[in-house]
């Protein structure tokens, strides 16, 4: 049997977070009557969130990152020096200064 690839495995994660959010609402209601499943529906609703999450959390190891790729130091470079303008960036890589941190308050 063939491991479950990453997609699969967060295509599961969603369908027990779309059924943590139905045993969700079998909860509210089962309180709201007073009904004695209230107690099985709190189970089920914690069970499949508890399930959600460990499988969005397998499931995020077998992927890479599906909405960035890899940005090369040359990729870096070139965008820095065609829109930023900075006067590092015509610099060598051994000669440039190390670049400062910004304290977040106005000078």
Known sequence: MRKPSGTTVV???Y???LLGFVSLGLFVAALAFGSSLAAWAGIALVSSFTIAVAAFRAGSRGLANIWAE???RTAVDRYTST???DARADLPADDRPAPT???G???
């Open 15 to 17: 369908m027990f977070f």
């Open 83 to 85: 829109y930023r303008h």
């Open 101 to 103: 941190q910004w304290s």
């Open 105 to 107: 308050r106005a000078a």
């Open 70 to 72: 890899s940005v090369t």
């Open 11 to 13: 295509y599961v994660g």
